[in-house]
């Protein structure tokens, strides 16, 4: 899960930080948290990219609230979770507007988070899948699951994590018109690689979580490795 804190305190970020890393540990779900001590710093971030699962969003912020924020952010996206953190209630009314999933009192309740957390995972259960063919047969690939696809022939080779390959009849210019704006980039002219799953990048391959790899061609490393960056990058209040 890729989640991010919007909170200007550091020190209550930096505490939800830690229970969300621990819920992910007790459940053995790797979670990506990110930090940004203001709605503006956020929103800069989410303008070039919007992959993201939950946001925990302080309300009460300088120069733009939380709920603001929240409510440019569901004009452009209607499946982000958003759970609010606040000491007080008064924007309960206007959170419903915006689709809350939930809100944490502060002071935050280590319990309460986990909680949350476990509503939250449930709910982003329900992503996005891709309907591919092989042979005479219709296959549900998940798409968070694919660390890369690979052009062949009239098809293409699908690459799931810890799976074997699958040959497809879909071929490669409708893959990249399904995948790249769902956070894959092109690795090599043959070559789609799903950027959620990349562990390291080097000047002649990429390499994944689950120990495979995929060329990169030298022209494209250069923006390989920028999304990479962007992606995974934190950025830390303080």
Known sequence: MRIAII?????????????????????????????YKSAKQFLFV????????VL?????MPEMNGMEMAKIIRQK????????????TDY???????????????????????????????????????????GDVT?????????????KGHGCIVKIQGKPFLTVKENMTWMEEQLLPLSFVKCHRSYLAGIRNIHKIDKTDVYFDDGSTA??????????????????HRRFSG
Request: glycine content about 4%.
């Open 56 to 60: 925990f969003i302080d309300i009460q």
């Open 7 to 35: 909170e200007d305190e550091a020190s209550h970020g930096q505490l939800l930080c830690s229970y969300i890393e621990e819920w992910g540990k007790d459940k053995g779900m790797a979670c990506h948290i990110e930090q």
């Open 139 to 151: 296959i549900k690939i998940h798409i968070r699951d694919i660390n890369y696809v690979e052009a």
């Open 215 to 232: 060329p990169v061609s030298r022209r494209m490393y250069r923006q390989v490795n920028q999304k990479f960056i962007q992606y995974y």
């Open 92 to 134: 309960m009314q206007e959170g419903y507007e915006v689709e809350a999933m939930h809100y944490l009192i502060k002071p935050l309740d280590k319990e309460k988070v986990y909680a949350c957390m476990e509503k939250a995972a449930h709910r982003t259960k329900t992503e996005e899948y891709l309907l591919v063919h092989t």
């Open 46 to 53: 989410f303008d070039e990219n919007q992959d993201f699962d």
């Open 77 to 88: 996206n209607q499946e982000i979770v958003f759970v609010f953190t606040t000491g007080i």
